[in-house]
């Protein structure tokens, strides 16, 4: 094998091209490169010297080559010398030359002379196409290199994966039992009468019970599991999926391995086929750094295998296998972390590990929270949701860390609170609002708890709630009926209604009122902006001739003009199609100055439009919101000179 060294190789004299290759250039009409070929000797190995000459600059006399590539019969590289500096370039000729992705390199290139046909032909041991047997040649020395590169990589990552041990002993029945703990029903055969016989596939016995719905949740009468209900003739085809996790020691730090879960009921409950597959695998040391893997097509050369990756993100509800944990973690930076505490609260709980071992090294305190049975915090807290609101995870207290005292903490603890939860606590605490805990947590999930503060000046909490699930339906839920029925309050108050009054508080027909109201409150503000808009005609109006008498101007065929109301400005925007019509109300609050530009001998033609502000021109327009003219220029440098150059109080426009 030759490996080819720079050094040596810039050491070869560089070839010219000669006049014969000059008028070979100016006979080719298509634009192409000229090659020519020779076998050179470096430190007494043989190689294949290739120049590529481009051929527009050849035709005008440039005899030096673009660039010129060394090859062996297992390794090439290029001299790039369109540089002064020696630059080397490791691209294929075809990724040199370009051309789009149908082109073949070859058919752009022309050999210069059949001895650089000859000396490809020799070196190469082949009677075809010359410059087709060099792409060829380039083609397999670009796969090999590939593969090489290939396998150290795959070498590197199964010397990790060598690392890994065995799935624990029944982690397939923990699978089953615990990871998908969502997939357990009772099947049965619909029939007109109250007790029906069963099956449940979770203790895998037959069972009486009595009067089940299809897809109704219930209970177990063998094994007092929670089931989902399926009546054989509508759940012929059943999927579960689920994920699951399993943590392990390796070395001085712990993988932790995620995997998906498959289990179909298709030809017979009784016999459901279950499957996994591990898709990811996080590799941690002793400091907490993470390095992931992914099962993956591997460079998509085709071969599943075990990849660089990102890994774990795509499993944010994985269920932990808990029974070595305590072991796993003992001598690592989580082993006072709570998160077989917290894996373990609910039976069939997913949670994302990444997001809790990473944040239990930043924040230690979750390990309190988790021994708290704040198990909802925690969780809202790992997924970095609204974490935000006054939870100061650095607090040394109670107090400084959920900003609640004891009491508040034993109703928490009881309604499993998060952060949603706990700043509805918060905040009634603050106004001695006295909230029961299903209020609580009907609030944080549906309602906006400022918002109840400020409408209990008119009413109680329970009347609230009580109006909002009076309206509810299977079409209208509680956070849309609460949206509504916000905005038809706001109306209320536009219009200066009671809202003292329950009557008007809470009217019968929540829709109908709220479209009402709304017709009501856009006819008043229609109302208001006609009569604010014609106080600001009334300004605009009042200002146009002292506006002209300070800015207006003639010069050169071109004037200067403030318009006279209004209209001529709605009028200015819609014939050149740009938005001064929007300017008005600054305008006419003094924010801002506009002013017409126009021919002479065309006064009533909108030509373009001229803002100031500050005794400085901030944009000159035409139509279509076109930039300044270059014929406008001796106009507005005159009027700068003229008319803001001391103008010290500077209006805006």
């Not at 290739?50 to 090859?71: D, H, I």
Request: hydrophobic fraction near 35%; charged fraction near 35%.
């Amino acid at each position: 094998m030759i490996t080819l060294k720079k050094r040596l190789l810039a050491k070869v004299p560089i070839q010219e091209a000669t006049d014969g290759y000059i008028s070979l250039a100016r006979r080719i009409k298509k634009e192409k490169y000229l090659v020519s070929a020779e076998i050179a000797e470096v430190e007494e190995k043989k190689i294949l010297l290739l120049y590529f000459y481009n051929q527009p600059e050849l035709k005008e006399g440039n005899t030096k080559a673009a660039f010129r590539v060394f090859l062996s019969i297992d390794d090439y590289i290029t001299q790039d010398l369109s540089t002064t500096t020696i630059k080397w370039r490791t691209g294929s000729i075809s990724s040199l030359i370009g051309g789009y992705y149908y082109m073949r390199w070859d058919e752009e290139c022309v050999l210069v002379d059949d001895k650089s046909s000859d000396a490809i032909k020799k070196f190469l041991n082949t009677k075809e196409d010359p410059l087709l047997k060099i792409d060829e040649l380039q083609q397999n020395i670009m796969a090999k290199r590939l593969d090489k590169k290939h396998q150290k990589i795959k070498d590197r990552i199964d010397k990790q994966m060598e690392k890994v041990p065995k799935l624990p002993w029944g982690f397939k029945r923990w699978i089953d039992n615990i990871a998908l703990f969502h997939s357990r029903y009772i099947y049965y055969q619909y029939k007109a009468r109250k007790k029906l016989d069963g099956y449940c596939t979770h203790c895998k016995s037959d069972v009486v019970i009595e009067s089940p719905r299809h897809n109704e949740k219930g209970i177990c009468p063998n094994c007092k599991s929670p089931i989902t209900y399926k009546a054989m003739g509508k759940s012929r085809k059943v999927e579960d999926t689920g994920q699951a996790a399993l943590i392990q020691k390796v070395d001085d730090g712990i993988v932790v391995r995620y995997f998906s879960i498959y289990k179909e009921y298709y030809d017979h409950y009784k016999e459901p086929y279950l499957s996994y597959i591990e898709l990811s695998r996080d590799f941690y040391d002793s400091k907490g750094k993470v390095k992931s893997y992914e099962w993956l097509n591997f460079k998509q050369t085709g071969q599943w295998r075990w990849c660089d990756g990102q890994g774990r993100f795509g499993f944010r509800g994985a269920v932990l296998y808990d029974k070595n944990l305590d072991e796993t973690l003992k001598e690592t930076m989580w082993k006072y972390s709570a998160i077989k505490e917290f894996a373990t609260h609910r039976e069939g709980f997913g949670f994302s590990i990444y997001s809790y071992l990473e944040n239990y090294k930043e924040y230690p305190s979750i390990e309190y929270l988790v021994k708290l049975r704040l198990y909802k915090l925690v969780d809202d807290i790992i997924t970095r949701w609204g974490t935000g609101r006054d939870i100061n995870l650095e607090g040394k207290s109670l107090k400084e860390v959920l900003g609640i005292n004891k009491n508040q903490l034993m109703i928490a603890q009881r309604i499993d609170a998060g952060v949603s939860e706990l700043h509805v606590i918060r905040e009634a605490e603050k106004v001695n609002l006295n909230l029961t805990e299903d209020q609580i947590l009907f609030i944080a999930e549906h309602l906006n708890i400022e918002r109840v503060i400020e409408m209990a000046k008119y009413t109680t909490v329970h009347k609230i709630i009580k109006y909002i699930k009076s309206h509810t339906s299977k079409d209208k839920k509680e956070d849309s009926v609460y949206r509504d029925w916000m905005d038809y309050i706001r109306f209320c108050d536009e219009l200066g209604y009671d809202l003292m009054n329950e009557f008007i508080l809470y009217p019968k027909n929540l829709m109908q009122e709220h479209d009402r109201l709304m017709e009501l409150v856009s006819a008043k503000r229609d109302k208001e902006r006609a009569k604010k808009l014609e106080i600001q005609k009334k300004k605009i109006e009042s200002m146009a001739k002292e506006l002209t008498y300070k800015y207006g101007m003639e010069y050169k065929g071109l004037v200067i003009m403030a318009p006279k109301d209004a209209t001529e400005i709605t009028k200015e925007g819609q014939v050149l199609h740009h938005c001064v019509g929007t300017y008005i109300g600054r305008i006419a609050d003094g924010e801002s100055v506009v002013l017409f530009i126009r021919n002479k001998k065309a006064l009533n033609d909108p030509y373009c439009t001229l803002e100031v502000i500050d005794g400085k021109i901030i944009q000159c327009r035409g139509k279509y919101n076109e930039d300044m003219r270059e014929e406008l220029k001796p106009l507005l440098n005159r009027f700068e000179n003229l008319k803001l150059s001391h103008d010290v109080k500077g209006e805006a426009v």
